[in-house]
């Protein structure tokens, strides 16, 4: 592996254990505000995470003509991303949230994304010859605007104080994913030169927000009783979705800069 990579690999792994304290410690459950320390304690190291992440996949060597080829780790990840996108809208759905605008809107992008995923997990896993993914790039800018509305719901759902690291944090989260998944489908459909650092910094960007801040918050959600609160599956299907496609992005990151791929 690159080494590079490895060590944007590590400093987010240690941003995940450094959220999964800070939940367990540092973080009021009830409110979400910050209890020990200062806020910006934690911003600065989403930050600096992230910054890391993309100077290295801009200034690495990279193809991104990697990713048009059998990847059966990635694939496994987008079958495993596109059923628990599924999940969450069909928990929407029996739990009536979806009978909004707000929440049929977010159930059918999350049935539109599901599909893209799992027209990227058949070719990603195909012994065959690579062939570009079932709707093209259509399917593929429909798919990603799950996240485009995840960040317009966050702005209208909760507070815009900056203690409150989740929600804010949130909006990273989405853009990330967002970011990540244009990327990857330009390298996928419009194939040019810049395509790899683009992919490879918005897939370390995904890995380290997208994964390793998000599965801290999941694994809490599913912890104790909480998860059996139905009004909650929503949340942790959609949040195990957004950490399958972080860790597709660091699948993807490290395809591109490895030579030998």
Known sequence: MNPSVLFVFILSIL??????????????????????????WRYLALSIVVLAAVLVGRTQPSRSEAVRSRRPLAGILAFVGA???????????????????????RCILECLCSAWLSTMGRCWL???EWKKPFGGLYLAVAGSLLFYWNVLLR????????????????VW??????????????????????????????????????????????LVLMSGLSW?????????????????????????AAACLNRQS
């Open 15 to 40: 941003l995940g254990v450094l959220r999964a304290v800070d939940l367990a410690f540092g973080t009021d459950a009830v409110t979400g505000l910050c209890v020990v320390g200062s806020v910006w």
């Open 83 to 105: 059923v628990c996108f599924l999940a969450a809208a069909g928990a929407q759905i029996a739990l009536g949230a979806a009978s909004g605008l707000g929440g049929f809107v």
């Open 126 to 128: 195909s012994p065959n």
């Open 155 to 170: 702005f209208m759902e909760n507070s815009s104080s900056w203690h409150r690291v989740t929600p804010t944090a949130a």
């Open 173 to 218: 989260q989405a853009l990330a994913a967002l970011m990540f998944l244009a990327a990857l489908a330009r390298a996928l459909h419009v194939p040019q030169p810049g395509n790899g650092k683009t992919l490879c910094a918005a897939g370390l960007a995904a890995f380290a927000l997208c994964l390793c801040w998000q599965l801290p918050y999941v």
């Open 228 to 252: 059996a609160a139905p009004a909650v599956w929503p949340e942790i299907f959609a949040g195990l979705g957004l950490c399958c496609v972080g860790s597709i992005g660091g699948v993807c």
